[in-house]
């Protein structure tokens, strides 16, 4: 499976951006989803998941801001960001884990660059 992350871009506090994540198969429910965000000289940071059952999952600092959601038609899975803080600037990555063979892939980087 290949992930192709994009939608990041430079935006004003309290802005909005759509980070979306194509996969080059069909993602049906057989994946658990997630985004993580990373700064330089810090680890990479579990920002929303997305069950297989559509239980989602947020990081407190970004809870009421951030939505995951996917659209499986499109084999893509979406962050919206709303109300967007200069903290959220990072490299946006996604992430998909098959719920059977665990077997995790990764989307390259997307930056989110939020100016104050």
């Known amino acids: 499976v290949q992930l192709q992350a994009s939608g990041g871009g430079l935006v004003q506090a309290g802005g909005s951006l759509r980070l979306s994540c194509e996969a080059s198969?069909?993602?049906?429910?057989?994946?658990?989803w997630a985004w993580y965000r990373q700064t330089p000289g810090k680890e990479r940071e579990l920002v929303a998941s997305?069950?297989?059952?559509?239980?989602?999952f947020y990081v407190d600092s970004v809870k009421g801001r951030f939505t995951i959601s996917r659209d499986n038609a499109k084999n893509t899975v979406y962050l919206q960001m709303d109300s967007l803080k200069s903290e959220d600037t990072a490299v946006y990555y996604c992430?998909?884990?098959?719920?059977?063979?665990?077997?995790?892939?990764w989307g390259q980087g997307t930056q989110v660059t939020v100016s104050s």
């Open positions: 992430n998909a884990d098959h719920k059977l063979t665990r077997r995790l892939f």
């Open positions: 997305l069950s297989t059952s559509d239980t989602t």
């Open positions: 198969v069909g993602i049906g429910n057989l994946y658990y």
